[in-house]
DNA sequence: CCGCCTTATTTCACCAGTTAATATATGGCG
DNA sequence: CGCCATATATTAACTGGTGAAATAAGGCGG
C-alpha cells in the first residue's frame, strides 16, 4: 500500500550483490552462522548460500570459525566475517574537541586518539588538522598498514549536504558552506571518506551497537551542548531531499519564546541543550556566572545540586518536561518502536530523570501512539558518535556486498 | 551510505515483477510512451520492453494507442494503460459528511455521492452505512460491472493501524478501535478494501496528480477542521512502525500553551484546525458564539471580514505565523523538496496568505534547509482525499504489475 | 574396526530473465 | 521498385537461483 511514483531503477545482477549483501549482513550481525542457518534466515537456497559464501571466502571476507556438531550428522561449520579483512576509523569533530578511533572490521576498537579544540567555535581549519594527524597516529599507534584501512568515517556537529561537492553547514559554531572532503584532502588524508552529521552517525552506532538494536523504526536523540537526532525508518537512516533531515534541535516547541544562537525563537535546542538549561540555571540564581568551568562539569554540578538547591531541582524538572515535548513531537510524527536518548547531557540527564521525561512525552503525544513506543538511554555512551562514525565505511561495504574501494562505487558517497 | 541493518528478502522471479511493475507504472504517470521511449526511460533493454509489453497486452492492463511516424521510419507504436481495465472507489469519511467517487484505471471520474453526517461525532456505524451505500449508487450511477472494481479506497479522519485487524483511532471524534473493515463487510461491501488515513491519501492524491507531481519527498498538510499530514520519502507515504506516523496535528507547538481537544496542551491543531482559529476569532470578538452556522460558513465569514475588522486580521495574522512555526518543523525534522498546503481551511487561508505563511515558516526553520523548499498549495481542492483514496488500489496494481484481485496478495493490506 | 544413520554441504540439470546481436516490419524517398 | 532509416521482434549466449541427488563427515551399535 505505499505511495511509490513510477519505481527505481533496472536489475539483473544486482539480484547477485543483493544477496551477497545480505549474507554478508547476517553474518556481520547475528555472529558466527552455519551455510544450513544463513540459508533458513535469509531463505536463500542451501545452494546459493554455498555458492555465495564460497565467492566471500575467496575473497577473504569471510572465514571458518569452527565446527558445532548437531546431533549424530556432519558437524555444521560456522562462518563469520574476518574482522581482519580490514580497518575502518572513526572521527568525531564535537564543539570542543576531535576525537579519533581506529577498530578493525568487526569494530573491536584498537586505538584511540583525542585532541582539543579551541573550545567556543572551533574553525574548521584547525579541526581538520586535527582530524588528519589524528587519523595518522591511530595508524601508527595500533600498528596497522594503512592500506587496509577501507575508510575513515567522520561525524560532525552541523548537516552535511552530500553530493559531488559536499558542504558542511553549522551556523551555531560559524561553519558555512565548509568542504570538508577537499580540507582532508588538502591536509594529505587519501582515506576514501563518508562525511555526516554527528547525530546520525550516532544514529547508527546506537541502531547497530548500541540501544537501537533490532528495531527497525527508531529515533536516536544527541543531547549535548546542542541537540540533533537521527531518525531510522524501516532500518535506515532519513536523510530528506538534501541530507538535512532530523534537524530536531531547531524545531519550535515555544512559540514566541526564547532567542535562539539559530536566531529563531522558541527552538527546543535553547530549552533542553545543555547551553540553554545552565543558561536558565543562572538565570534563576541570579545571574552569577559560573567561572571558568566547562560546560560538562557545569552541568554535572547542576544535577549533583538538584538534592539541595531548589532552583537546581526546578530547571531539571522543566527540562524534562520541555525535553518530553519534543520526544513526543517526534512520537506523533514519526511513530517510531523505539527512542533513544544519548549525548553526553542526554545520558547525564536521563540516569535520573528519565521518568519524569517518560511521563512528560506521554502527556504531550498521541495516547495510542505512545504505548507503543520505548524511550531509553543509549548505551554506548559519548564514543558512540566515532563509533557510529566508523560504521560508515563498513555499512558500504556490507551493502555492496564487497569491499567499497574495488567494487565500482554506485551509490556509497565514498569521496 | 544507508544505515541498513540486515536486509530484506531473496529474490528471483521478483525481478520479473519488479520490471513489470517499472514498466506499468512508467505508462501510467507518463502517458502514452512507444517501446522504444519506454527502453530508454527505464534502461531496460528493447527486447525485454517488447518481452513485458507483449505479457501486459495479453492480459488487457495496457493498449496501443496510436502511432506516431518517425523520420523515415517505421512508425512507433504507443502504448498506455487501458482505462478500461477496471475502475476503483474512493470514499472520503470526513466529521460532516461522506463523500464517494468511482473512477475508471486513469482516474476519470465517472460519479459522485455525497452523504451528509450527523456533525458533530459521527457514529462510525452510520459513516460505515453511508459509505456502503454510496458505493451502490455510484456504481449503479455510472452503470458499470461491479466485478470490473478493483478496489475501494478509503480516507478516514483518524489514524489507521493496518494488519490483520485493521483498527481506526480517531479520538477527537470518538471512534476508538473501530473495524472498520469488518464493519464494511457487515454492511455488505465484498470489494477488496484499502483503508488509510485521510491527510495519508490526500498526499497520495496531490503526489499523484497535483502539487506533488515529480517530487521525492514531499509533505503535504491537511488543515480542515482538524490538522494531519501525509509525509512523503522518496516516494513512499511514510508510515512509522504502526501506521501512525505523520501525525502532525497534535505535535505541541506552545509548551503549556492553550487546550487541545485531544487532551494535551499547546498542539498545533488548537491553533490553525479552524475549530480552534475560530475560538480565538470568537474569544477576541468577546465571545459571541457565532450562531447556526456551520464552521465552513464562518471560517469564510473570517477570511472575508479580515479587510474590515482589526480582529479577524489580527486572528489571521497569528495563524499564519502558528503554520508557519508548524511548517518549519517539518522542513526541519523531513528536509522536503515541498510542502503542500491542503484541506478546505488550509486552501481558504493560504489563497490569501501564502507569502505570510512562508514567511513565518522561514523566520522558524534553518535557513539553509528552508531555501531548499518550496510551500505551495493544493491543486486538487477538497476531492483530493476521495481521490486518493481511490488510487490506493490502483497503486496496489501499479507495485505488483498485476491485477491485486488475482495476484497473490503479497505485501498489499487488500482485505 | 565396519557399515548404518543423520545432518551438512556440494554438485548438477534445469528454469527464468536479461542482453546484445540479428532479423523483420514499415514507411519515405530517389 | 529497391534502398534507407527506424521501430519492434526474435534468438542465442549468459547469469543467477533452485530442487534433487550426490557426497562429506561424524556418531553409534555391533
Chains 1, 2 share one sequence.
Not at 549483501?21 to 547475528?30: A, G, I, T
Not at 562525511?195 to 544514529?203: R, S
Not at 521518568?355 to 495516547?367: C, F, N, T, Y
Amino acid at each position: 500500500m505505499g505511495t511509490r511514483m513510477p519505481a527505481k531503477r533496472t536489475t539483473v545482477r544486482d539480484l547477485r550483490r543483493h544477496n551477497r549483501s545480505l549474507l554478508l549482513s547476517k553474518l556481520y550481525f547475528d555472529g558466527p552462522l552455519s551455510r544450513h542457518e544463513l540459508s533458513g534466515l535469509t531463505g536463500l537456497s542451501a545452494a546459493t548460500v554455498s555458492n555465495v559464501t564460497a565467492e566471500l571466502g575467496e575473497e577473504r571476507l569471510i572465514t571458518e570459525a569452527g565446527l558445532v556438531e548437531s546431533d549424530g550428522g556432519r558437524p555444521r561449520v560456522l562462518l563469520r566475517v574476518d574482522p581482519a579483512y580490514g580497518h575502518v576509523a572513526g572521527v568525531d569533530i564535537g564543539e570542543t574537541g576531535v576525537k579519533v578511533e581506529l577498530f578493525d572490521l568487526t569494530m573491536n576498537r584498537l586505538a584511540t586518539v583525542e585532541h582539543p579544540l579551541a573550545s567556543p567555535r572551533p574553525n574548521a581549519g584547525s579541526a581538520v588538522t586535527q582530524v588528519a594527524s589524528g587519523i595518522r597516529e591511530v595508524i601508527a599507534e595500533s600498528g596497522i598498514d594503512e592500506a587496509t584501512v577501507l575508510g575513515v568515517g567522520v561525524g560532525v556537529p552541523g548537516t552535511v549536504e552530500q553530493g559531488e561537492a559536499l558542504r558542511v553547514h553549522a551556523p551555531t559554531i560559524g561553519w558555512e558552506e565548509v568542504p570538508l572532503t577537499d580540507l582532508l584532502r588538502a591536509e594529505g588524508v587519501s582515506l576514501p571518506l563518508f562525511i555526516d552529521n554527528g547525530a546520525k552517525t550516532q544514529g547508527q552506532g546506537e541502531m547497530w551497537f548500541g540501544a537501537g538494536r533490532g528495531a527497525r523504526h527508531a529515533v536516536i536523540v544527541l543531547i549535548g551542548s546542542g541537540v540533533g537526532a537521527a531518525v531510522v525508518t524501516d532500518g535506515t537512516t532519513y536523510r530528506g531531499s538534501t541530507s538535512s533531515a532530523g534537524e530536531w534541535g531547531h524545531t519550535t516547541i515555544v512559540y514566541g519564546g526564547q532567542e535562539c544562537r539559530c536566531g529563531s525563537r522558541g527552538c527546543l535546542e535553547s530549552y533542553v541543550g545543555a547551553e540553554g538549561v545552565l543558561a536558565r540555571y543562572r538565570k534563576a540564581r541570579g545571574g552569577k556566572p559560573a567561572a571558568g568551568e566547562d560546560e560538562q562539569t557545569q552541568f554535572a554540578a547542576l544535577l549533583e545540586a538538584a538534592g539541595k538547591s531548589k532552583a537546581a531541582a526546578k530547571v531539571l524538572e522543566e527540562t524534562a518536561g520541555y525535553l518530553g515535548a519534543g520526544i513526543g513531537n517526534l512520537v506523533n510524527l514519526f511513530n517510531p518502536e523505539r527512542i533513544v536518548l544519548g549525548g553526553w547531557a542526554g545520558l547525564a540527564l536521563g540516569e535520573e530523570h528519565l521518568p519524569a521525561i517518560r511521563r512528560s512525552a506521554g502527556e504531550h503525544a498521541l495516547k495510542h501512539v505512545f504505548d507503543q513506543t520505548a524511550i531509553e538511554l543509549g548505551q554506548l555512551g559519548p564514543d558512540a558518535v566515532a563509533i557510529g562514525a566508523a560504521t560508515l565505511p563498513v555499512a558500504a561495504l556490507l551493502e555492496q556486498g564487497a569491499d567499497p574501494r574495488t567494487a565500482g562505487s554506485k551509490r556509497g558517497t565514498a569521496a
